[in-house]
């Protein structure tokens, strides 16, 4: 399994139109080969209402990155989601842990 994570930053004042706009983006992506769950986190700390932290699992790197990345459902996603980031955020992905408390 790995983990993929980005820190989604929202243009201002755009933050509940982004909510509803994932909400409908999201079954496009609970489809993929290799998807396994997702969370979708608004930032608490003052002055960062508008940053969201998304972490999706995966069971493979290449179910996301050329699996889902390279689907027709991915060009949805692409016009439902990215229109709102500023800056745009930057993916990465994580393997298991290495340390668990």
Not at 64 to 71: A, D, K, L, Q
Request: charged share 30%.
């Amino acid at each position: 399994m790995i983990l993929e994570s980005a820190l989604l930053d929202v243009r201002p004042g755009l933050e509940e139109e982004f909510l509803a706009a994932f909400t409908e983006a999201r079954p496009l992506i609970a489809v993929q080969r290799g998807f396994r769950s997702l969370e979708l986190r608004r930032c608490l700390d003052q002055g960062r209402s508008s940053r969201f932290l998304l972490q999706v699992e995966w069971e493979t790197l290449e179910d996301h990155t050329e699996g889902f990345r390279g689907s027709a459902e991915y060009q949805q996603w692409r016009e439902l989601l990215h229109r709102f980031y500023e800056p745009f955020p930057e993916v990465e992905h994580y393997g298991p842990a290495v340390l668990t408390a």
